[in-house]
């Protein structure tokens, strides 16, 4: 038999950490002392010593080893465990992957323009939404104040519930920028169900990845934060999927003060 000392120098596993394994249940002494409290270990033990530290260094925590030494013996349960283990790891390193990706585009983006930082984009998921909505080719982007004036007034007598969260977008679905006749629809979201109105309509809107970066102020600022959430996808693997809508947050509904404007800008996207 070894003393706990000389068989933490054979397993290269420290005298604190065997205790513990005895703690837990993971790994008893063959025999302790009655009058020293001395542990000590048989050299047959030094093998089970040995797979610990091996599905350690694997990733799995202390409980999931404890499960696998009682079954190691058995091909098909031990199999499975590493095979689950493996899924794991290797959405953890496509995880990784894509945020040193961010990183590298956010480096040198920042080395070719400090400015498009002062942006911060992110992906995001929205989920299935049920909204009114109005959609019209209006005279230009500037007058997209029409579209909610109509909704207002064809559902003012609904009494409509505000959805929760409640978002109110523009979406410009014109595949290029027009100078006239341009193709928007504003989206205000709801809880219930009503009526179609002559211009108003009420459907469900579908779950949409976008890419996203909010700004306060001004509208004068929009197209910088386009061409930032524009770039970033271009640069992290994303291609466009779907026409670019605006999130107003805080618009000239609740202030008139423009500095106050909160405005999110959104790309629909799909990995390449």
Sequence with gaps: MLKIGDFSKLS?????????????????????DPDSGYRYYSENQLP????????????????????????????????????????????????????????????????????????????KTFPERYA???????????????????????????????????????????????????????????????PDTEHVKFQALPEVTVASATCKGSYDQMSDIMAAVAGWVTDNGYEFDGPAFYIYHVSPHETSDPNEFVTEVCYPVRRK
Excluded at 173 to 186: A, F, G, L, S
């Design 12 to 32: 290269r596993v420290s005298i604190r950490m065997l205790r513990h394994y005895d703690e837990i249940g993971l790994l008893h002494p063959v025999k302790i």
């Design 48 to 123: 089970i010593a040995g797979r610990i530290a091996a599905l350690k260094d694997m990733g799995f925590g202390l409980a999931a080893i404890g499960e696998m030494l009682d079954c190691y013996a058995e091909k098909r349960l031990l199999e499975r465990h590493l095979r689950v283990k493996q899924a794991e790891l290797l959405e953890q390193s496509q995880q990784i992957a894509y945020r040193l990706r961010l990183l590298d585009t956010a480096l040198e983006r920042l080395r070719k323009d400090g400015e498009t930082m002062k942006y911060d984009v992110t992906l």
């Design 132 to 194: 009114a909505t109005v959609r019209m080719h209006i005279p230009s982007y500037e007058m997209e104040g029409m579209l909610w004036n109509i909704l207002m007034k064809e559902t003012a007598q609904m009494h409509l519930t505000d959805g929760d969260p409640c978002y109110c977008c523009a979406v410009f679905h014109d595949k290029e920028y027009r100078e006239t006749e341009v193709d928007v629809e504003v989206q205000k979201d709801v809880k219930g169900h009503y």
